[in-house]
């Protein structure tokens, strides 16, 4: 390949791939150093940088300061997880989604929710609740708090004809979280609302998101049983 095939830093991540697969660069093995590689592939360094530390991102790479980089031993597979609109996600199963908001209110969190955002306990906060439904069955039931210090645009929306889900995803940038999954006994309510027996076992997704160091939501979705989280690896 001519060193003008390397002017992007996708071809040069494809031509390091090749190198780590084809075991000419073998897991363990110290590979050439920034400098040589851009005179090599007849680029700048910044775009061999760029492609070696996305490779690390993946865990293909392992990249140390002073010590250099290596094809790693033991490959880490990630998972790559999306905040879905469930709207969205329904629809892709082939089922008519539908939506029905059953509390919208200002009140004080718990402790543990306003501890877990970082916020004065004395705050109050924006709490929805809501149904989603697939083919008029239950779907998954969501609890969520909503900090109007950072998403003062929430307190104008009524959300009975959208989720908050889908609202905040389509208005409110995001740059971080936190995300847990866990099986959980239905409590008795959350079951009459699921449509399952009290105690069944459902899947339930705590996640907390945050632009820059402030806290925007922090949400409990809890879903139908025998739910199924797929993601690509």
Same mark, same amino acid.
């Given at each position: 390949?001519?060193p /003008?095939?390397f002017q $992007?830093w996708q071809?040069?991540?494809g031509?390091?791939l090749?190198?780590? &697969?084809?075991?000419?660069?073998?897991?363990g093995?110290?590979i050439?150093?920034e400098?040589d590689?851009a005179?090599?592939?007849?680029?700048?360094? +910044?775009?061999?940088?760029?492609?070696l530390? +996305?490779?690390?991102d993946s865990?293909l790479?392992?990249?140390?300061r002073?010590?250099? /980089?290596?094809v790693?031993?033991?490959?880490?597979?990630k998972?790559t =997880?999306?905040i879905a609109v469930i709207?969205?996600?329904v629809?892709?199963?082939? #089922?008519k989604y539908?939506?029905?908001?059953?509390?919208?209110s200002?009140?004080?969190p718990?402790?543990?929710?306003?501890g877990?955002m970082?916020?004065?306990?004395?705050?109050k906060?924006?709490?929805? +609740?809501a149904?989603? =439904?697939?083919?008029d069955?239950?779907y998954?039931f969501?609890?969520?708090w909503i900090?109007?210090?950072a998403?003062p645009?929430?307190l @104008? #929306?009524?959300? #009975?004809s959208?989720s908050?889900n889908e609202?905040l995803?389509? &208005?409110?940038?995001? $740059?971080?979280? #936190?995300i847990?999954?866990s099986a959980?006994?239905?409590p008795?309510e $959350?079951a009459s609302i699921?449509?399952?027996?009290q105690d069944?076992?459902?899947l339930a997704v @705590?996640?907390? $998101?945050r @632009?820059?160091q402030v806290?925007?939501?922090?949400?409990?979705?809890l879903?139908?049983?025998n739910?199924?989280?797929r /993601?690509? =690896?």
């Open positions: 390949m001519k /003008t095939s $992007t071809s040069v991540q031509e390091v090749r190198r780590i &697969h084809s075991r000419e660069w073998a897991p093995a110290a050439p150093n400098a590689l005179q090599e592939f007849g680029c700048a360094r +910044s775009t061999v940088n760029r492609a530390q +996305s490779l690390a865990g790479l392992e990249r140390r002073k010590a250099g /980089t290596r790693s031993a033991q490959p880490v597979t998972a =997880l999306e709207r969205h996600e629809e892709a199963k082939g #089922e539908g939506y029905r908001l059953i509390e919208r200002i009140c004080r718990p402790i543990a929710t306003s877990a970082q916020l004065d306990p004395s705050k906060l924006l709490f929805v +609740s149904l989603h =439904l697939a083919n069955a239950p998954a969501e609890e969520r900090n109007p210090a998403v645009a929430a @104008d #929306e009524a959300f #009975e959208i908050a609202w995803l389509e &208005h409110v940038p995001y $740059t971080s979280g #936190e847990a999954f959980v006994a239905a008795q $959350t699921l449509g399952c027996a069944c076992a459902v @705590d996640r907390l $998101t @632009d820059a806290s925007v939501t922090k949400v409990r979705v879903f139908r049983p739910h199924q989280l /993601t690509n =690896l």
